[in-house]
Nanobody, 121 residues
Framework: VQLQASGGGLVQAGDSLRVACAAS????????MGWFRQAPGKEREFVAF????????YYADSVKGRFTISADNAKNTVYLQMNSLKPEDTAVYYC???????????????WGQGTLVTVSS
């Protein structure tokens, strides 16, 4: 499975941004797509996950109500819509696949290269 993240950029606090993760290869072996982020000097942290069917989604408390994860099966792409962005959302955002729902990075098997989101105050 190969993952290609895109859509990062520089925005101001309060703005919106959508990042995308295109999956290719043996995607039938993956059940869950997740987003993680890593800020400078910090550990990688869970942001959100969704099943490809969309039947199950889950968010970290820090983004709940502001971020929305969605999957487009026809395009093998998962999106993370980020609204009301804050400077503390600044990080490299990574997408990853897992065989079952999970919020810990070690369960996720394949990772994208990351896309940088910078939120200025």
């Amino acid at each position: 499975v190969q993952l290609q993240a895109s859509g990062g950029g520089l925005v101001q606090a309060g703005d919106s941004l959508r990042v995308a993760c295109a999956a290719s290869g043996r995607t039938s072996s993956t059940l869950v797509m997740g987003w993680f982020r890593q800020a400078p000097g910090k550990e990688r942290e869970f942001v959100a996950f969704t099943t490809w069917s969309g039947s199950s989604t889950y968010y970290a408390d820090s983004v709940k109500g502001r971020f929305t994860i969605s999957a487009d099966n026809a395009k093998n792409t998962v999106y993370l819509q980020m609204n009301s962005l804050k400077p503390e959302d600044t990080a490299v955002y990574y997408c990853a696949t897992a065989p079952h729902i999970a919020t810990v990075p070690r369960i996720y098997e394949y990772w994208g290269q990351g896309t940088l989101v910078t939120v200025s105050s």
